[in-house]
């Protein structure tokens, strides 16, 4: 499938409370991806999110990158403080990375998490210490992706059946990557 002209908007917790129309966009866009998993896995009961105070609340100090394809939301990635940490630390989780599955397989998760990196990268000087990007994953849906993506398993924590509406117990991998430099100087921030 070829993409049509797409528009990326970084969006805080806050530009997210701002925007009710973008936060309705991308709570539904979340749900309806995790409802429709990649890879021909059976689909999930329940929802990612079950208001949208769940998805601001995960989103905390961090940012989120909004892919719009003819002014609908279509990805999605966020970038937050690893365990607590701030916006100006080492370490920074990937989360909540999702393509509409009509969009899947086009190098939109991939774009929304470079832009969410370089939205940190960029505001971080040349000789900043390494920073290092971290993402939780069901191993059995996600795990080769984000292998083939540079991240390497930290940690594997088995989950039981029922949790996140999985029929049987599951893996979820803690992966790790260092990040790459920001190829521009310029500041990205909230539009």
């Given at each position: 499938?070829t993409?049509a002209a797409?528009?990326t908007?970084?969006?805080t917790?806050e ?16 749900n309806?991806a ?10 999930v009961?329940g929802?990612r ?12 100090k961090?940012i989120?990158?909004v ?11 966020s ?10 630390g080492?370490?920074?989780?990937i989360s ?14 991939e ?7 370089d ?6 000087s040349?000789?900043?210490a ?9 191993e059995?849906r ?5 292998t ?14 029922g949790?996140w ?19 521009s ?6 539009q």
């Amino acid at each position: 499938m070829t993409v049509a002209a797409r528009e990326t908007k970084f969006y805080t917790s806050e530009d997210l409370v701002n925007d009710p129309v973008v936060l309705e966009e991308l709570f539904n866009l979340v749900n309806k991806a995790f409802k429709n998993p990649p890879n021909g896995l059976k689909q999930v009961e329940g929802l990612r999110f079950e208001n949208y105070d769940e998805l601001l609340e995960r989103l905390g100090k961090g940012i989120c990158a909004v892919m719009f394809i003819q002014g609908a939301a279509v990805a999605s990635a966020s970038i937050i403080p690893w365990k607590g940490d701030s916006m100006d630390g080492d370490d920074f989780e990937i989360s909540a990375v999702v393509v509409d599955p009509e969009y899947r397989g086009t190098g939109l998760a991939e774009s929304s998490v470079s832009a969410v990196e370089d939205a940190v990268m960029s505001k971080r000087s040349s000789d900043a210490a390494d920073v290092r990007l971290w993402l939780k994953t069901a191993e059995a849906r996600n795990g080769p992706y984000w292998t083939r993506r540079g991240f390497a398993v930290k940690e594997n924590n088995v989950f039981p059946a029922g949790m996140w509406g999985m029929e049987h117990e599951f893996v979820i991998s803690t992966m790790c990557r260092l990040a790459r430099r920001a190829t521009s100087e310029k500041k990205v921030g909230a539009q």
